[in-house]
T-cell receptor
Framework: AQSVSQHNHHVILSEAASLELGCNYSYGGTVNLFWYVQYPGQHLQLLLKYFSGDPLVKGIKGFEAEFIKSKFSFNLRKPSVQWSDTAEYFCAVNALMGTYKYIFGTGTRLKVLA | ETGVTQSPTHLIKTRGQQVTLRCSSQSGHNTVSWYQQALGQGPQFIFQYYREEENGRGNFPPRFSGLQFPNYSSELNVNALELDDSALYLC???????????????FGSGTRLTVV
């Protein structure tokens, strides 16, 4: 079955540390990839997305992600995190399986210490 | 530009009852999808509506059903509620051309359903 795996469930970093959150998906066809963020008490917001072209995509708030097709991965990165990045991060895949379906990972809860 | 609005924000129901959740899509969007997010889990895709018809469904039983109206708003209906249906139900809207995937979704804040 198609799935999205986020290997880190909880991450704790100090401010200014670099961040990398892993995301792997299991689907061999054409996929569109997303990262969403959910700040405490707020709804899901789109951070960035990949459809085609340059596999390194830049999103809002200094986040970027790299699509590596051979590894079925779409890892999220940020060179220097801030306390305000404390949130839950979800990787998602949109793939054509008869019709388009949207599969989310289980999320990574990031806590940034001031 | 209004975002996605969902109602009610919180709801408590008894096992066996039926519930209807509502969603107003973002202006300019024509597709609505629904998700169930249990505590500590990522959102699970329930189904998607486009042109008032279901055009995608996840692994949810038939007692989960929906509607999309001509103004693109939507309802999620759940019959014969079970305790495990307790979750946050998210609605998301997007613009879909047909043949190409939606370019990301705008999510509402969700309806927290508790089944007792």
């Amino acid at each position: 079955a198609q799935s999205v795996s986020q290997h880190n469930h909880h991450v704790i970093l100090s401010e200014a540390a670099s961040l990398e959150l892993g995301c792997n998906y299991s689907y061999g066809g054409t996929v569109n990839l997303f990262w969403y963020v959910q700040y405490p008490g707020q709804h899901l917001q789109l951070l960035l997305k990949y459809f085609s072209g340059d596999p390194l995509v830049k999103g809002i708030k200094g986040f970027e992600a790299e699509f590596i097709k051979s590894k079925f991965s779409f890892n999220l990165r940020k060179p220097s995190v801030q306390w305000s990045d404390t949130a839950e991060y979800f990787c998602a895949v949109n793939a054509l399986m008869g019709t388009y379906k949207y599969i989310f990972g289980t999320g990574t809860r990031l806590k940034v210490l001031a | 530009e209004t975002g996605v609005t969902q109602s009610p924000t919180h709801l408590i129901k008894t096992r066996g009852q039926q519930v209807t959740l509502r969603c107003s899509s973002q202006s300019g969007h024509n597709t609505v999808s629904w998700y169930q997010q249990a505590l500590g889990q990522g959102p699970q895709f329930i189904f998607q509506y486009y042109r008032e018809e279901e055009n995608g469904r996840g692994n949810f039983p038939p007692r989960f059903s929906g509607l999309q109206f001509p103004n693109y708003s939507s309802e999620l209906n759940v019959n014969a509620l079970e305790l495990d249906d307790s979750a946050l139900y998210l609605c998301a809207s997007s613009f879909y051309l047909g043949g190409s995937p939606p370019h990301g979704y705008t999510f509402g804040s969700g309806t927290r359903l508790t089944v007792v």
